[in-house]
């Protein structure tokens, strides 16, 4: 258990939630689904919805400008971050601070037609390069565990003496082979995804980033930290998770070992909750056997789409905007929730209940899984 703690000091986020703390925070509490939008032409004509980050960030201008659409995202969230990593690099030295960045498509966009120069650590590299980052820096691509696993690698280079400081998160863009390719797995609802329900079909996916300032935290310190992580991989199946949970429950087990934290003293689950028949059933019965049916649980992905290997960051981002704020339990946007699947208490807007340690979770293909807790310093 890792006996320091590690503040997040500040946060840069986009997705189809907005730009921005504020922007994020205030439609995340509304249940605000406009981000979400009808996406047409699929295989054989079918549409889903698909959560784009706002247009100012990935408008044709902006990705010329950065060179590739997720290069635009990563941009958008570090420039909300430029006063403090302006302060940061007048009190470190650049070779002491670091960055781990998740993803899962990266350049796969406007590479598909060569894919030699599909690049998975583009976005940490364009990090180093615009930002004079002189540490380590390296990508995590587990899929979409990616930015989950990404806080166990940079409070490592901390714990190691290696940095004093990383930028820590994920990103991940619009891309249509990928699209394309859950649509072949029919695993792709025509509308708004809807976890939790009885009649769920499937994912919504979606774009976006987040970015944090990891870091550790002294005594006298309040905002809010890196409580834990825990990670486990039970390759069960290639793209189907195990249907009993048991990586999941491993994951969400050690993250509590790892912060030193009891079960009833979570406050808030935030759940992988994709929306498909087979996530929602593992993990609803591996959240019963670890916290019962007392923790309130909720899935954000009804407003901000899955964004694969940036999800992990921008839920933990979504978490750390409510501790923060003192905003209470995020939504739940889907009002038709199974009872029998979901029977912990699901909180719904305007129904925000207080926390002070929120367990965020993010499960990948072939079982690569990560849970995070963030926890309110008093």
Not at 188 to 195: G, N, Y
Not at 307 to 332: Q, R
Request: glycine share 12%; proline share 6%; charged share 20%.
């Amino acid at each position: 258990m890792s006996k320091e703690r590690f503040l997040l000091t500040d946060l840069g986020i986009v997705s189809a939630l907005g730009l921005g703390k504020a922007e994020t925070l205030e439609r995340m509490m509304k249940g605000d689904v406009s981000g979400m939008k009808p996406l047409s032409g699929l295989t054989g004509g079918d549409t889903t919805v698909f959560g784009f980050a706002p247009d100012g960030v990935v408008s044709k201008p902006a990705i010329a400008a950065a060179g590739t659409r997720i290069g635009a995202l990563v941009d958008a969230a570090m420039d909300q971050l430029r006063p403090a990593m302006e302060e940061l690099r007048r009190e470190v030295p650049s070779v002491r601070i670091g960055a781990v960045i998740g993803t899962s498509n990266s350049t796969m966009e406007e590479f598909t037609d060569n894919p030699d120069k599909i690049d998975m650590a583009y976005p940490a590299e364009r990090l180093k390069v615009k930002w004079g980052i002189g540490g380590p820096v390296w990508s995590v691509s587990t899929a979409c565990s990616s930015s989950g696993k990404v806080f166990a690698s940079a409070r490592r280079l901390i714990e190691d003496g290696i940095c004093d400081a990383v930028v820590v998160g994920g990103a991940d863009a619009y891309t249509r082979t990928v699209v394309e390719g859950f649509h072949s797995l029919e695993a792709l609802s025509p509308e708004l995804t809807r976890p939790l329900a009885a009649d769920r079909c499937g994912i919504n996916l979606g774009e976006g980033a987040a970015l944090f300032i990891m870091r550790k935290a002294s005594e006298a310190e309040s905002g809010v930290c890196l409580s834990g992580v825990g990670e486990s991989s039970d390759a069960h199946h290639l793209t189907a998770p195990d249907p009993e949970g048991k990586g999941a429950e491993a994951s969400m087990r050690a993250a509590l070992a790892d912060a030193g934290l009891e079960p009833g003293q979570i406050c808030y689950v935030n759940l992988h909750g994709t929306g498909t028949t087979y996530n929602d059933s593992m993990e609803c019965a591996a959240v019963r056997r670890v916290f019962g049916d007392a923790v309130p649980c909720s899935s954000t992905k009804p407003l901000t789409g899955h964004c694969l290997g940036a999800a992990g960051a921008i839920e933990a981002g979504l978490c750390w905007l409510a501790l923060k704020n003192g905003a209470g339990t995020p939504p739940h946007a889907v009002d038709v929730i199974d009872r029998e699947l979901a029977p912990f208490p699901v909180p719904e807007v305007g129904d925000a209940k207080p926390m002070r340690n929120a367990l965020s979770n993010s499960f990948a293909f072939g079982g690569s899984n990560a849970t995070v807790i963030l926890s309110a310093l008093p």
